[in-house]
């Protein structure tokens, strides 16, 4: 996920110091949105993948497990390696790995390929969500990084509320392999539009970066890490096999439009993080992980009632939609000069999060079914909120430093 400073702004050709550079922050929001898309839409069209490629789902969820665990490993030795690459080189970079990557996966027959294509594009994401924020952060001025950090972060709900459901309805249509080779055409698109419209920015000097157990040892850095790692964890092994989930209601054929409920859910969640995270960052997180805990317990004691399924996704979507944007500022402002290294750790985090999530729900799918997976979320979310109230100074404080009241 992404990379946030908190050094002086600096001016963005045309747009004074006074106003969000919003051509260049939308495409940002766009490449996020790609990102999201490659990440996440297999859990739409995840029986079909697993059919023709002639593997069962439990194995089929592991395209999401390779892709995170690409993104996990490369985070932290690629954004090193290319620390003094100037920015927009380095984005384009990733963006063509998504062309490339997604390629693979529309066009293979064979199911070591398609994991094989999926790890290129985790590879792809660990380059991108770590240049994301920061970039942001840098085009627009400094009273208003915040919400251009919030800009960018809506590629992520854009996916989930009609990428996702959009593909699934495309999958179902024309076949799950027209899914990816959209996300392709859109990514060759991207490459131009960031061409023209994204400012260039250096990368950093070599005295400007931070070790790694440094950063760790800043006030509040490692409980943020933690909350990112356990919350990214209960969101995977729901979300990953939530087709799967939704057949023991019923409710197999509905999969798109309970994405579409939880994604419209997340654009709300966002808006409202976007509208107020510099003046109320601890009320937010704290929200966020009280509804996405609500939602769980429903699915839990509830999840076979379809008339529930509805309003639980909702509250997730509401809990888990703002989610990046909170966590990766939380850990920006804590970490100070070294939020570059902050967010490569949370990077890696989110996506070993992510790798274990659908290990974890394969797992559990195997030995006490999908019924399961939200009483698992549930158990996981009680230290995150335990962490989450007693990180009051360094963590999740009530409000950003200098920021506007």
């Given amino acids: 996920m992404r990379n946030h400073t908190t050094r002086s702004a600096e001016p963005v050709a045309g747009t004074g110091d006074q106003r ?3 051509p260049a922050l939308a495409a940002l929001a766009t490449a996020a949105f ?29 395209a999401v497990t390779i892709y995170a665990i690409g993104t996990a ?4 030795p690629l954004i090193a390696a290319t620390a003094g690459w100037r920015r927009k080189r380095l984005l384009l970079t990733g963006v063509a790995g998504f062309a490339v990557a997604n390629t693979v996966t529309a066009a293979s027959p064979y199911f070591a390929l398609s994991l094989a294509g999926r790890f290129v594009a985790g590879v792809a994401a660990g380059l991108v969500w770590a240049l994301l924020a920061g970039y942001a952060g840098h085009l627009a001025p400094a009273h208003l990084r915040g919400k251009a950090i919030a800009v960018v972060m809506t590629g992520i709900p854009l996916a989930l509320s009609l990428g996702v459901p959009a593909g699934t309805f495309l999958g179902g249509s024309l076949g799950w392999r027209a899914t990816f080779s959209a996300i392709t055409v859109i990514a060759a698109v991207l490459l131009a539009w960031i061409a023209v419209a994204v400012p260039d920015r250096p990368g950093r000097r070599h005295r400007d970066r931070h070790p790694i157990l440094a950063t760790l040892r800043i006030a509040g850095v490692a409980p943020i890490l933690f909350v990112t790692l356990v919350m990214v964890l209960a969101h995977t092994v729901l979300y990953t096999y939530i087709a799967t989930f939704l057949r023991r209601s019923g409710m197999g054929g509905s999969v798109d439009l309970v994405l579409l409920v939880f994604g419209a859910a997340s654009m709300v969640s966002i808006w409202i993080v976007g509208a107020h995270i510099d003046r109320r960052p601890r009320l937010l997180i704290v929200a966020a992980s009280v509804l996405f805990s609500v939602a769980a317990a429903v699915l839990a004691v509830r999840g076979a009632d379809p008339a529930l399924v509805y309003p639980a996704v909702t509250l997730w979507g509401l809990g888990f939609g703002g989610a990046p944007t909170l966590l990766q500022t939380a850990v920006a402002v804590a970490a100070g000069q070294a939020a570059d290294t902050a967010q490569a750790l949370l990077v890696t985090l989110w996506n070993a999060a992510m790798a274990a999530g659908g290990v974890a729900g394969a797992v559990l799918l195997g030995l006490l ?6 009483w698992s979320v549930l158990a996981l979310l009680v230290p995150v909120l335990a962490v989450v109230i007693g990180a009051r100074t360094g963590g999740f404080p009530a409000a950003r430093q200098g920021a506007p009241r």
């Fill in 73 to 76: 490993v490369a985070a932290i």
């Fill in 20 to 22: 969000l550079p919003l």
């Fill in 369 to 374: 079914g999908p019924g399961s997976f939200p």
């Fill in 34 to 62: 790609v990102t999201v898309l490659t990440e996440a839409l297999p859990a739409g069209v995840l029986p079909a993948m697993g059919a023709d490629l002639g593997v069962g789902e439990s194995a089929m969820g592991q």
